[in-house]
Structures are given as C-alpha cells and as structure tokens.
C-alpha cells in the first residue's frame, strides 16, 4: 500500500519537501530564510504499518557539508517529546525502516510541539502546588495561549530571593531549548522539594516556555506567522508576544540573578554561547565558563557589546545585577533528548550553589 506524507499538525512542516512513491520517500531540504538548507523539518508518514519504508536526501550537499554524512535523521512512533530515536543509518546513501504503526513522526532533530509545552505546564501545575504557580500570560497573535511557570520556595520570603528567568522558543524550530528548559525545571524543583537538597541562595524561578506559539504550531524554524524575528523585536513595540514576555518580567522579577535565553544554532558546526562579556562581573564570567564546559560541541562566542535582542534586554531592562546568555545548540550536532537534559540541569548548575543535605 503507498504510504503518504503530511506536515499538517502541531509542529509539523519547516524547511522540507517529501515526494513519497510506494514506500520510498524522497527528502529535499528547503532554503527558506538564511539558514543554509539546516532549518528544522518535521513530517508524518501514514500508512507506515508492517511497510519498510526507504528514505533518501536529495540535496545534502547543498548545505555544505554540515549535515554530516553520518548525521542520523530521527523518529518517533509517539507523539510528544523525549520519544525519539535516530534512524540505524546514517543520512548519506539513503537509509530504511520497518514500522510497527501506521503513524510515525520523522525529523531533522527532536520536536517538541506547542502543545507539549502547555501539558507541561498543567503537568508541572498539578504535581507540585506547593512550588509551582503556573499562569496565561497573554495570547500569541492567532489566539494560543502564553505561560509562565514560576518556581520557588514559599516558606521564604520573597525578599531575600533573587531571580533566575528562562525562555525558549523565540525561534521555534530550535527544540533544543525545550529539553534544556524542561531539565533546569526539574533541577530546580528536585532541590527546593528536599529530594536533593536546597541551593544557599533563594530564588524565584520564572519559565516562560513557549515565547512563539503560533511559529511552533506551523513548525517554522525562526519566524511567527507574520515573519518577525523574535530576537529582534526586544527594544520595539511588539509582536504582541514578546510584548507578553516583557510585561511579565517587569512585573515580576525584582532582582535578577541570571537569565537563560535558550537556541540552537545553523550558523557554524558547533554550540555557541553569547554573552555581552563587557558587562558582566568576574563571578559571572566564571559562570559562563561553567556553562561553556557543559555545552557539548562548543566551539566558544562571546559578544562584546551588545545591548540587543533579548540578551541584552534582560540584562538592561530587569533590576538588579544579573547576568543574560544565550546559549545555541548546533542543530545538526545529532543530540538526543538525554543530551540536552544533561547540559541544561549542568547550565543551572553553574550559576547556582547547591546547599548540600547533612
Ligand atoms: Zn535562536
């Protein structure tokens, strides 16, 4: 029976256009944008069961080289995240597999759709009321909702706390984000509910998850549906979700501590790690080293001088004497969800001190 092949559901579509014919699946990559045929590309096949199904990449040479030739595409026959495994073989020469169900996601790397990250947050909601309050923090333009998820120990008082904030998803295609920011939650709520122990600093946890919802529903890799470029909207008036974001962090945050904006990256083969170097104290220098030695692949950025984007408005805009990063994974680094779990629970490791039990 011919299998088919459709972009059209939560997080599905991006740089990619699928030929299927019998069970033999052409892949050619897309340049949209200026991201060089390494954009995020997520697609279903239906009517996969029982069938060994045959992929080929058309045009891997067009970005490069930098889709390797041993990079692994990834599958899932699960919706959701964390579900995912990477083909046997390796991209070049093209690559098979026999599927037990008739719906498989297949991918450039791990999605995440939006609405895995609003059932997170009901997740998260309903498992620890006693640490976490979640909230709708607006809508996106097409009308999805927004959410924080703020963290911290009510025993304290508020004011001897500072804050750590975290965003992802400003870029949609950049999953990797996803799994970071799910792991520093997890972090975060394993020492404050006293499985691991406390940190000797109080803080309130501010996560705001899902900063382009109608970009992640439409599996774009950088934009909205209006083509803004989310990163570069921090000091204009609007898009209305990033004007979300800032009217929740001016509201909340009174003291900030650090500030994660978590990507990836097609701009080299390796992670970067940004940070406005000029402007950050030598115990937050030393916090970027930490975070540097735990991103996997990094190849080192710093950024001397740069007030922009969302960096540089975290640092400038919140109070107190808090340092931002933006971290970028390298999206065709082959990272697996366990991966990006490591390096983001290592990520709040290095700007935090853990209070050890006695
Ligand atoms: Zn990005």
């Known amino acids: 029976m011919p299998i088919s092949t459709t972009t059209d559901f939560d997080g599905g579509g991006g740089a990619v256009k699928c030929q299927p014919a019998d069970t033999h699946v052409e892949i050619e990559m897309v340049d949209a944008k200026d991201y060089d045929y390494l954009g995020y590309f997520h697609f279903k096949l239906e009517g996969a069961a029982g069938e060994t199904v045959s992929f080929e990449i058309t045009n891997r040479e067009e970005t490069g080289d930098r889709m390797s030739e041993e990079y692994q595409l990834v599958y899932s026959e699960t919706p959701g995240p964390g579900e995912w495994s990477q083909f046997d073989d390796a991209v070049e020469g093209g690559f098979e597999r026999e599927f037990d169900d008739d719906t498989v996601s297949i991918a450039s790397w791990p999605a995440y759709p939006y609405e895995s990250t609003v059932e997170r947050v009901d997740q998260l909601a309903a498992e620890y009321p006693a640490l976490v309050e979640t909230d709708v923090i607006g809508e996106s333009y097409e009308g999805r909702e927004m959410h924080s998820i703020r963290i911290t120990d009510p025993a304290v008082a508020n004011a001897e706390k500072t804050d750590i904030v975290c965003t992802t998803r400003q870029h949609p295609g950049e999953t990797h984000g996803s799994y970071q920011m799910d792991a520093i939650i997890d972090r975060a709520i394993n020492r404050l509910n006293g499985s691991s122990g406390g940190f000797v600093d109080d803080y309130v946890f501010h996560f705001l998850?899902?900063?382009?919802?109608?970009?992640?529903?439409?599996?774009?890799?950088?934009?909205?549906?209006?083509?803004?470029?989310?990163?570069?909207?921090?000091?204009?008036?609007g898009p209305v979700e990033i004007d979300n974001a800032r009217n929740y962090l001016l509201d909340e945050v009174s003291d900030l501590h650090w500030a994660f904006d978590l990507h990836a990256s097609t701009d080299g083969t390796h992670d970067a790690v940004r940070h406005w170097e000029s402007n950050m104290s030598d115990a937050h220098l030393g916090m970027i080293d930490d975070i540097e030695a735990a991103s996997l692949s990094l190849s080192g950025t710093s950024v001397e001088d740069d007030p922009e984007l969302a960096r540089g408005w975290l640092h400038s805009e919140l109070p107190g004497d808090g340092s931002g990063v933006t971290t970028e994974a390298w999206t065709y680094y082959g990272y697996r969800p366990a991966?990006?779990?490591?390096e983001g629970s290592d990520f709040l490791a290095a700007v935090t001190t853990p209070l050890e039990e006695a």
Do not use: K
């Open 339 to 342: 991966e990006l779990e490591r």
């Open 209 to 237: 998850p899902n900063l382009n919802p109608d970009g992640m529903y439409h599996g774009y890799h950088y934009d909205d549906a209006r083509g803004n470029n989310h990163n570069r909207e921090w000091d204009t008036p």
